[in-house]
């Protein structure tokens, strides 16, 4: 080796991270917004505002019998039951089932088939709320950062999982790479070039170096029976879901009986959860409802505890007896739940959850500079053929061109999405698809044009538009509904979340906003100081 680590290491990190770049900004907007998933599902649900901004009158106990009775109407022959009962970031009573698939049906049928097989209780009545519109809301953002869509889920882990490899040997290198990382994480030196993306790149990228590496890191582990099978075929060959039925005892399915048998009362099984955790269940799983082999399974709260998996316990379905309660854990399951709970912060309060929220920003910032960081440096290559008239080359033109559309395009495109959950008629056929759908065509229409036309204005047009969609989210939000700030702000607890989420997008907005006017500001001096006989440039951030 010629050079030294040093220097091997920085054409590492440059490359390792360009390649897969625009992808990880994808895959870190999305997860950065999944961590108020639930808020931006009710958010968009806004026929269920109402309902949620009075207190409860119904005990858990009660809510649960409630929607038991509402299940034994509309799917008494279900495989299984699924309720989530109102909690700190869940107002409502939400139940859904599963019917036993069709033969041929194909996992995206099942999944359309599941997404109209649910309902909605009042928790103040117990009475079902008036019909929520058809959206996959915070779901859809939660599952593009690591499924992404049009595709396989299989395929889509697998790209996001390469992607996240190549991140993580960004990240290292990055350490490496640096010699004065802490020291010049206080060092910011505006109008400097190359220098300035520099700095901006090391503060947002040390800002949050713990949780870069660790969101990265224990994304990999999440799915590392899927990235790493050597190990459980050595050992099960291709007995799989024994594996599964082992290691994760809870996954264990019972079959049914075939014998109809009916569900025992469901509230006295809450009841002696409640007493035995001093606190009510969170979500209550029927598997195989009116059969002698009904099974409840009784989830608490996850609370504090980093692992993703919540203590239970099991009741008989038919007579109401409990079976058990969650099994000790090996170490090693015991690991993998605590490194999977640190990745999704179910255990995180509100103040934990806002400082990952802020996290994920910065590593979204992080990925963003380093890309314009590329392109800045090539860009002083060609300095000499610039002022001549010339051009750059295709790869930085490429660079440019994917950065704008990427940078600038996504904001875009998640506002479209959160602008077409307010437009499209609530009737329409397939909505949630077409909500998708939304997102996909304002990215590539970013996309598209940034690939005709890379240049500063072209940033500056983008970064308006994402501004005033994301600023006017709100405005946008008190036309077509009737909770809007005026309302949310000074509303029950219940309304908050909708309040929070007009205030954050009006935030964003407002950065993108101050992006476009400060690139406005810039070309207007670059264009004063220069001489009439060395025409602008007209190729984006060359001297930002």
């Not at 360009?18 to 958010?43: D, N, P, Q, R, S």
Request: net charge positive; proline share 6%; with cysteine.
């Amino acid at each position: 080796m010629k050079e030294g680590l040093r220097q091997s290491m920085a054409w590492v990190h440059t490359w390792s991270g360009l390649l897969v770049c625009w992808l990880l900004l994808l895959v870190f907007m999305g997860g950065t917004a999944a961590y108020y998933k639930h808020e931006i599902t009710f958010w968009m649900k806004p026929e269920l505002h109402k309902a949620a901004d009075a207190p409860s009158r119904v005990t858990p106990a009660e809510s649960a019998t409630l929607a038991v009775r509402e299940l034994q109407q509309r799917a008494p022959t279900a495989n299984a039951w699924f309720l989530s009962l109102p909690h700190e970031r869940n107002p409502l009573i939400y139940a859904s089932w599963t019917n036993p698939p069709r033969k041929g049906m194909t996992r995206e049928e099942r999944r359309a088939a599941f997404r109209t097989q649910n309902f909605t209780l009042d928790p103040m009545t117990g009475e079902k709320t008036a019909a929520a519109r058809d959206t996959r809301g915070g779901e859809f953002l939660y599952r593009l950062h690591f499924d992404l869509y049009y595709m396989s889920a299989i395929w889509g882990r697998w790209i996001v999982g390469i992607a996240s490899m190549f991140m993580l040997v960004a990240i290292v290198s990055g350490v490496i790479t640096h010699k004065r990382i802490f020291k010049d994480f206080f060092t910011f030196r505006p109008r400097k070039g190359q220098r300035s993306w520099l700095d901006a790149h090391n503060a947002t990228a040390v800002l949050a170096l713990p949780f870069h590496l660790m969101i990265t890191y224990t994304g990999l582990v999440t799915l590392m029976f899927m990235y790493m099978p050597a190990p459980t075929k050595t050992l099960y060959g291709a007995e799989q879901n024994t594996m599964f039925a082992e290691v994760f005892p809870n996954a264990e399915r019972v079959k049914p009986a075939r014998q109809l048998a009916l569900l025992a009362d469901i509230a006295p099984m809450l009841q002696h959860a409640e007493r035995a955790w001093g606190q009510a269940p969170s979500r209550v799983v029927v598997i195989n409802p009116n059969d002698a082999n009904a099974r409840v399974q009784l989830h608490r709260p996850s609370g504090q505890q980093l692992s993703n998996i919540e203590p239970s316990m099991t009741f008989d379905g038919a007579s109401g007896a409990l079976l058990s309660e969650a099994k000790p854990m090996s170490t090693a399951l015991d690991a993998r739940a605590a490194i999977y709970g640190l990745h999704v912060a179910d255990f995180a309060d509100s103040l934990l959850r806002a400082l990952f929220f802020v996290c994920g920003l910065a590593g979204t910032a992080m990925v963003a500079t380093g890309a314009l960081l590329w392109g800045v440096k090539e860009r002083q290559k060609y300095a000499k053929v610039i002022a001549q008239g010339g051009k750059v080359g295709f790869g930085v033109r490429l660079v440019d061109a994917l950065n704008i559309g990427a940078i600038a395009g996504l904001p875009i495109a998640f506002a479209a999405y959160f602008w077409a959950n307010r437009l499209l008629p609530v009737e329409l056929a397939e909505r949630s698809n077409a909500e998708a759908n939304v997102f996909f065509i304002a990215w590539g229409l970013a996309a598209l044009l940034a690939q005709i036309r890379p240049t500063r204005a072209m940033w500056r047009f983008q970064l308006t538009v994402g501004a005033a969609m994301l600023a006017g989210i709100p405005v946008l939000n008190a036309i077509t509904t009737d909770t809007h700030l005026g309302v949310t702000l000074f509303g029950g607890p219940g309304l908050r979340p909708v309040a929070a989420f007009d205030i954050v997008v009006m935030l964003l907005g407002l950065l993108l906003g101050w992006a476009a006017w400060w690139l406005g500001r810039k070309a207007k001096q670059q264009a004063a100081a220069r001489h009439p006989s060395n025409p602008a440039s007209t190729t984006p951030l060359e001297a930002a």
